[in-house]
């Protein structure tokens, strides 16, 4: 069973939410909480598999209320959930490390496809989010930065850009997890990215992600 905190100060949409999950037997709303510190709280006691996390909450902005929950459970996947446009937060917010933005005019469907993306440990991005990733990381005129990787730096590359956790890709090419960090840290130095969000936003963009 699936076990989720939503966090939202209007008790409509919590309410809503509630009634299409009814139709997924293995999904239950643990928690319910209507501001950052409520959902702060819950996520210290409660035993939690994810939160639903509105963006905008009376007391605190929701990724405030991120970067607190961080610090308590920092492996709890989190999904922002919110009205504001997903062209204009969206990058944002996946750099601060959330499990993935949706808009709340989302499909029940495209909710239900998102947590289990999270709770698998991998991140979400719609598909017009794919489409509408800013900043061209190769820039004018020069190869995309992933033409010179090496063919086992690519095949890292991909795995990483699609979610995967390092000891994952260890294990399914049957490689140390050190040799595999070593792969990530020639990628980032060769592509000069910071981070794994830097990895999926790239991904994404140029088709790299099946």
């Known amino acids: 069973m699936t076990r989720l905190l939503v966090v939202d100060d209007h008790p409509i949409v919590t309410a809503g939410i509630k009634e299409f999950l009814l139709d997924y037997h293995d999904f239950t709303v643990a928690g319910e909480a ?7 709280r819950m996520v210290r006691e409660a035993d939690l598999d994810v939160v639903l996390l509105d963006n905008s ?8 209320a991120l970067t607190q929950i961080r610090r308590i459970k920092p492996a709890l996947p989190v999904l922002i959930l919110t009205m504001q446009p ?3 937060y969206a990058f944002k917010a996946l750099r601060a490390d959330v499990s993935g933005y949706l808009s709340k005019d989302c499909t ?5 496809s998102a947590i289990r993306i999270a709770v698998s ?3 979400y991005a719609s598909p017009a989010f794919g489409d509408q990733l800013a900043g061209d990381l190769d820039g004018e005129g020069h190869k995309p930065p992933h ?6 730096e690519l095949q890292v590359f991909c795995k990483l850009a699609a979610g995967h956790a390092v000891f994952e890709i260890a294990d399914e090419l049957l490689l140390s997890r050190k040799t595999v960090s070593t792969y990530r ?3 980032v130095e060769k592509m000069r990215m910071k ?3 830097d990895i999926m936003y790239y991904g994404i963009k140029h088709g790299l992600v099946l």
């Open 34 to 40: 209507g501001s950052g510190v409520e959902a702060v």
């Open 195 to 197: 981070s794994n969000a």
């Open 57 to 64: 909450l009376p007391d605190m902005k929701g990724l405030e």
């Open 108 to 112: 029940p469907e495209a909710l239900i």
């Open 86 to 88: 997903e062209d204009q």
């Open 147 to 152: 033409t010179e990787l090496s063919d086992r």
């Open 121 to 123: 440990g991998r991140r």
């Open 185 to 187: 840290l020639r990628i």
